[in-house]
Every structure is written in structure tokens, then in C-alpha cells.
């Protein structure tokens, strides 16, 4: 969940292949008269990437308003292969905030099954402020790179106050920079979607949402009741939790897969660290605390990149090794052995790669920019610096590794101006229930950014929901290997069958 880098880690849940194109070419355009207008819009697919379809959707920029305009969402759609037997369509967002549904629904072939891809057309959206979508644009690639590195763990007063300095710069910019900032939350994007479900002639939405993206399901689901089809939330979130505890939460789910990772790196040849998890627990601190005043620096040069790896990459590039427990964890073995030599190549590519970076010093999305905004436009952070500094003795405690870099994660929302509260667009209140069609949830037992727990919770909150729980490591349940999971998930979306009872599986 909530790959925002003022809020540090999150999820990464699309494949690495990344797509350019599909924008539309004026993000702002004039409204249309009514909201009937909007969901019989006809969509203009046309031709891209050789196999998929390309289009626009128009949608309010502000729905208790619809004369401000209309921002235009950018659409991927793979057509069902056998359309004689098409079920409909499936929507599908990686997560985020700020992932970009257009690139996963690219990837299709390397997430579902080819049953599922015969029978549904696979559409994938960038949500408003997103990518493609009427962008966020905050920063260059330059000050981007500049807030990557910067320090997220103020241990003196002045620290603190420079973070603030910063965090304060970054709002400004954004607030200079786009004219609706106030209209990119979360609550919009779903009421986006069923403008979608409405323009593909869909009765019924079907989705498949991971992470941040299940939050994105939750909200249309309280939208919408009546209109969820079959859909599936995976890396799932509890909308009722703060956003402290969110922090607090996902800091422990990091120190604990870094206690999963140090377990099994004992059992490996190549690992670099002491045997006793202690130790390696000390040497691995002993990295991050020393390369915030000696950042690591490259053993080979890359041309126009002089960047040494700080305390907060090294976290970062830590964090997004954790993720994924097959690939991810040999990379993170080989980063640390590097580092203890004095050198951060490794590191900085696996933030690289996590932030969509290219070797160029550009990034292939807006994902800091428009994840930051959107996550303070959905969870408000009331609190005063003064009770911020002495809620962070609590991730301290709470998660001893991780927690101090999340303590402060959301000091930058305390500067953008907040919306205006509407009931057609913010959700303020707690949801207790949720009366739907069948939905299946999926947690992940040892899952570092979207706890276990989490999904327990969303289980809870929708009253027809059967839970999927997937005992392993790393983000997300489907598409991981487990037959189990994949084949609950198949016959779900394929014949409408969801489990009987709650079901456990394994890798």
C-alpha cells in the first residue's frame, strides 16, 4: 500500500515493463451537462501496442460542481480472446497511490490466467492525478532524486525543522503548480470508476484491486453497493484505521519481514551477515546510521549520475527488497555485502528500480508526486508537530528498525490546504459495514506493507466477503505461485463461486 515516498514504503504490486503513450492530450477539458452524459459517453478505442486498445474517459473534476470541467482518464483495454463467451470486463489497479492501472492491465498476460484473459476484457485505468491521467506534476527529476535521498529521520531539532523546510517546499510547488490539487482523492477516483463501468456497458463493476488499490474497491463499494460484481481485494486495507496506526503498523510489518529476511539469509552461502539475528539485526542498523554522515558512494561510475546512496536510500532500497521474498531478498544479500566493502551500487538500483528511475535521471512516472498528495487528500494528519515528536517514541518501540524513518512520513500534509467536505466526494466516516454482492479478501500471513491484520478487518466490514489467507512472505496473494489462492480466485471470477468457508493456503 500507499507508494508515497512522504510516507516512505509501500507497494510496487505492477509488473517492471512500463509503457509511454496512451495520454490523453489535453488533461483538462470543458464539462458535459450532466452526470447521464458522463456514463453514456461512447469511448473511442483505437489501436496501441500492436494487441491492446487505447482510449479516453471523461469525468468531473468536481462532482458537486460538475461546471468546473472534466479531466480525461487514459485507458488500456486487452479484449477478451474468446468474445463469444465474454463475461465482461475486469478493472484492475496495482496499487499505489499514484500505480499505474494502464501499465498493469499492459502486463495481463503476466497476471491472470489465460482462462480469466479469454473470457474478460482487461481494462486498466490511471486514476485521476496519476501518470497519464491529468498528472500531478510537483518536481523534476532532480528535485525528485533530491527528496528520495533526503534525510527521513530528523534526530535533532534541526533536522526537524529542515525536513519541515522541506516538506513545506514540496506542497508549495504542488499548490503552484496544479490548479485542482483539491480534487485528486481517492473517494473521486472510485466514483471515477463507475463512470468507467458505466461507459464499457458493464451492469455490474469486476475488479481486481491490490493494496492501495483495495481501498480504491472499499470506497466504490460504499458508493455503489448495489453495482460491485465480482471483485476481489488482495494486500487489503482497513479503512478504519488512522493514519497513525497505518504508519505504526506498517513499520512493524517491515521489522518483522526483516526479521524473516535475516532468518533465511543464515541459510544462505552467500549471505553477509553474523549467524546470531542479533547481531545481524546491529549490523544491518550499523549500515543505515553510519551512511547518513558517509553515504555510500558507487564502485562503478554511471555517466551523469553522481549520486551516493544516503540513510534514507539505503532504507528505501531495503524496504523495497522485502517485498518479494524470491527476488528481492537475493538482491538484498548482495546489496548489504556491498555496503560493508563501501559501496551503494546495489542499493541505488533497487531504488531505481522501485521508484522507476531511468538511467537518464528521469522517472517514468509521477508516482512521489501525485502518491504524496493523494494520500494526505484521503488520510488528514491533524496532529501538531509537538504531539508528532512524542508519537514517535511509539514507533520506536513498536518497531525498533523501521519505525523511526515512518515516525515523521507525514508532516508534508499538515501544508496543503484542505478540501472542501462534500458527501458526493470525501468519506469522514468510519465504515462499520458493507452489504454487497460476494467478495473475495486476501492477506498475506508475513505481509511487511499491508498487514495480515488489515484484511482481517476489511473481511469484517464487507458482511458477504469470504477471506483468502495466504501464509508466506512478501506483498499480495494472487499470481504468486499458490495454486490454492490462484484457483479460489479463478473460479471465482470465471463462475461466480467463491469459497465456502474462509480459506488458508501456502506457497
Known amino acids: 500500500m500507499l507508494k508515497n515516498r512522504y510516507r516512505q514504503f509501500a507497494i510496487a504490486a505492477t509488473a517492471a515493463l512500463l509503457i509511454s503513450g496512451c495520454a490523453s492530450n489535453t488533461a483538462i477539458d470543458k464539462p458535459l451537462s450532466d452526470l447521464a452524459s458522463y456514463e453514456n459517453q461512447k469511448l473511442d478505442w483505437s489501436t496501441c501496442y500492436d494487441n491492446f486498445e487505447c482510449a479516453d474517459l471523461r469525468v468531473p473534476i468536481d462532482y458537486a460542481d460538475l461546471k468546473v470541467g472534466s479531466f480525461k482518464i487514459s485507458l488500456l483495454r486487452y479484449k477478451a480472446q474468446d468474445q463469444k463467451n465474454r463475461i465482461g470486463s475486469l478493472i484492475v489497479n496495482p496499487g499505489g497511490p499514484g500505480g ?56 535533532t531539532e534541526a533536522e526537524l ?22 480534487h485528486y482523492s481517492t473517494a473521486e477516483a472510485a466514483r471515477d470508476m463507475d463512470i468507467l463501468r458505466a461507459a464499457l456497458g458493464d451492469k455490474k463493476l469486476n475488479y481486481l484491486g491490490k493494496s492501495y488499490g483495495t481501498y480504491l474497491g472499499t470506497l466504490y463499494a460504499q458508493f455503489f453497493p448495489d453495482k460491485v460484481g465480482r471483485m476481489v481485494l488482495d494486500g487489503a486495507v482497513d479503512p478504519n484505521i488512522s493514519i497513525l496506526e497505518q504508519n505504526i503498523s506498517q513499520a512493524k510489518g517491515f521489522d518483522d519481514a526483516l526479521g524473516a529476511f535475516i532468518t533465511d539469509c543464515a541459510k544462505e552461502d552467500d549471505c553477509p551477515l553474523p549467524k546470531n539475528k542479533t547481531d545481524a539485526i546491529a549490523k544491518i542498523i550499523s549500515i543505515f546510521t553510519s551512511s547518513a554522515t558517509n553515504p555510500l558512494p558507487r564502485k562503478t561510475k554511471v ?22 521474498d524470491v527476488d528481492g531478498w537475493p538482491k538484498l544479500r548482495t546489496a548489504l555485502s556491498e555496503a560493508l566493502q563501501g559501496h551503494g551500487d546495489s542499493f541505488l538500483d533497487l531504488v531505481d528500480q522501485y521508484t522507476d528511475r531511468s538511467s537518464d535521471g528521469t522517472y517514468a512516472s509521477n508516482e512521489l508526486d501525485s502518491g504524496a498528495i493523494i494520500d494526505c487528500l484521503d488520510w488528514p494528519d491533524t496532529r501538531t508537530i509537538e504531539e508528532t515528536k512524542a508519537d514517535a517514541k511509539r514507533f520506536t518501540d513498536a518497531a525498533p528498525i523501521f519505525g523511526p524513518y515512518l515516525a515523521y512520513t507525514n508532516i508534508a500534509c499538515k501544508y496543503l490546504t484542505p478540501p ?86 501456502s506457497l
Not at 555517466?303 to 518479494?324: C, H
Not at 488489515?454 to 512472505?473: C, E, M, P, Q, Y
Request: glycine fraction near 6%.
Open 100 to 155: 499505474s492501472g494502464v501499465d498493469y492491465a499492459y502486463n495481463a498476460e503476466y497476471i491472470l490466467d489465460p482462462d480469466i484473459l479469454d473470457r474478460y476484457d482487461i481494462v486498466g485505468f490511471d486514476p485521476r492525478g496519476v501518470d497519464r491521467s491529468a498528472p500531478i506534476k510537483c518536481l523534476n527529476g532532480e528535485e525528485t532524486d533530491a527528496a528520495y535521498a533526503a534525510d527521513a529521520k530528523p534526530d
Open 161 to 182: 525543522t529542515q525536513a519541515m523546510a522541506e516538506a513545506k517546499d514540496f506542497i508549495d510547488k504542488c499548490q503552484s503548480s496544479n490548479e485542482y490539487l483539491s
Open 303 to 324: 555517466k551523469n549520475d553522481d549520486r551516493a546512496a544516503t540513510e534514507s536510500l539505503i532504507v528505501l532500497g531495503t524496504a523495497s527488497a522485502l517485498y518479494d
Open 420 to 505: 472542501t467536505k462534500n458527501k458526493l466526494t470525501r468519506n469522514t466516516n468510519k465504515i462499520t459495514s458493507l452489504n454487497t454482492a460476494p467478495v473475495i479478501v486476501i492477506g498475506t500471513t508475513r505481509d511487511p506493507a499491508t498487514p495480515y491484520a488489515w484484511a482481517v478487518g476489511l473481511n469484517k466490514i464487507f458482511t458477504s466477503s469470504t477471506l483468502i489467507s495466504l501464509n508466506a512472505d512478501g506483498h499480495t496473494g494472487q499470481g504468486r505461485g499458490s495454486a490454492c489462492v490462484d484457483d479460489a480466485v479463478d473460479d471465482y471470477l470465471l463462475k461466480g463461486i467463491s469459497p465456502k468457508k474462509n480459506l488458508t493456503c
